[in-house]
């Protein structure tokens, strides 16, 4: 693991105090280093959301072109 500063607000790290009292995590790094592997988690299927979307939009114009030079043919008689 590789260590990192965070800055927090006071509210923020009041909460994370109660919070992680109240809940019973180990200790504040544990509770900010699930917190900060799930927002990772989201954010890289949101990525490859947006990446699978633009991919489709850039085939979108094409495949009707690229099939339609075979529409026609017959393969059984091939």
Known sequence: MVQQ?????????AFIE???E?????SKSEYMRLAIEAKV???QRRLRELNRRQAMAGYAGDLEVAFHEIEAEDFDER
């Open 18 to 20: 109660r919070a992680c």
């Open 22 to 26: 109240v809940l019973r995590y180990r």
């Open 5 to 13: 500063k965070v800055q927090l607000r006071e509210e923020d790290l």
């Open 41 to 43: 988690r989201a954010d």
